[in-house]
DNA sequence: TACGTTTATGATCTTTAGATCATTTGGAGG
DNA sequence: CCTCCAAATGATCTAAAGATCATAAACGTA
């Protein structure tokens, strides 16, 4: 079962996603994460740059995770798709 | 094989290892994915914060990238000290 | 369609990261 | 100790992110 999204191809696209499935609005998310709703609504978008510390602010209101690994370890489609 | 690193815990620990299992001096990692010597050792010391195109290229510059995931699955210790 | 809620945009201001250069500290060998 | 290279610090400047407020566009639903 994938449970893995490659960053930063689906990064606003997994944030939103799990989100969603918390029955958030991005106001909500905003007070949890401290991060702004107008920021949030970027991130979603994956308009502009962002900060590291942003980025993981939400993820931790989400329950999720960031982690590095070697890239040559697995192959795409093991990753791919999870957050369609 | 453990093969991931929690983030932001070991990101500039990460980052370090994997540059000096390459051979590569910050001034080597510096040319091949753009980010400055200087930026290199304050990411590398986990010192103030980063932006996150800024992890990226220096990630892919040595061949890493970086995971999403539900923060739930799996236990702490399937990854940790990976990089120790 | 009209209302209420959620999301996106837009403007301004503050803060901070990163570029850039110059200097310094720290190690490893000679 | 003295070089040489690598890494860290420090100052200044520019660009970009985020705070903040206000408003507009979208979307669902009664």
Same mark, same amino acid.
């Given at each position: ?28 998310? /905003? ?7 107008? !920021?949030? @609504? %970027?991130?979603? *978008? ?6 590291? =510390? ?6 931790? /209101? ?7 690994? !070697?890239? @040559? %370890?697995?192959? *795409? ?6 957050? =369609?």
């Amino acid at each position: 079962m994938k449970n893995f999204v490659r960053i930063p191809r689906d990064l606003g696209h997994a944030i939103r996603q799990a989100r969603r499935e918390k029955n958030l609005t991005q106001a909500d998310l /905003a007070t949890r994460s401290g991060v702004w709703q107008e !920021t949030i @609504s %970027k991130v979603e *978008a994956g308009r502009g740059g962002t900060k590291l =510390d942003t980025i993981l602010a939400l993820l931790a /209101a989400l329950d999720l995770e960031l982690l590095v690994r !070697t890239r @040559s %370890k697995g192959t *795409a489609s093991d990753f791919d798709n999870i957050f =369609d």
